[in-house]
């Protein structure tokens, strides 16, 4: 199976990547129950390798669709399955996410292709990016998911040791590992039970 893993930020202190780096330890790490990690492909992007203009209809019908949504949307597409880990700019998604997305609806509104997909989040507060997740969790069936899991990390600073790279809290890295075992079903062609 191949899995693109990536943060929906362009900070390059990103908190949600630092998540997704621990994610990715755990699936190759075989700490997963039902995923195997000989059978999973990881891929990962960068936001920052996909900057564009602000979208707009004017600079679309000018100069059509920019060569990175292009390749954003076609990352999306070759993967068998997506985790992404949303951080959260005023509830909602960061401006750098929000401009690849809408240059790559341009192309098809089906922005996910269909693919079974984890939404994690976290921030510093309380609320874990729940606003955001739960915008992203409500429109994916819209853009072409299916869900097969979300999770919220709150106080990402109480929550994760960053010297180990790790979740701290043993109540939250359940959740975190369940949710992850929802891509057993992926792997063997079956079908998982959405989780929250």
Known sequence: MKL?????SNSSQSINRQL????????????????????????????????????????????GIPQPAHDFYNALGAADALLISFAEH????????????DWASRIDMRVYHDKPIVM??????????GFVLRTASHLAGYFGNEILATLSIPRFGENF??????????????????????????LS?????PAS
């Not at 693109?4 to 929906?8: E, G, K």
């Not at 005023?90 to 997305?101: D, I, L, P």
């Open 120 to 129: 994690l989040s976290t921030s510093p507060g309380g609320g874990g990016g």
């Open 20 to 63: 997704v780096d621990y994610v990715i330890g755990l699936l190759q790490g075989g700490e997963i129950d039902g995923v195997d990690p000989d059978a999973l492909k990881i891929s990962t992007l960068d936001l920052n390798d996909f900057e564009m203009p602000i979208y707009s209809i004017d600079r679309q019908e000018v100069g």
């Open 90 to 101: 005023n509830g909602s998604y960061t401006v750098a996410y929000k401009n690849v997305f």
């Open 161 to 186: 040791d960053t010297e180990a790279g790790a979740v701290s809290d043993p109540d939250l890295d359940a959740q975190l590992r369940e949710a992850l075992a929802t891509l057993s079903g992926v």
């Open 4 to 8: 693109l893993a990536f943060a929906a």
């Open 189 to 193: 062609g079956g079908s998982e039970e």
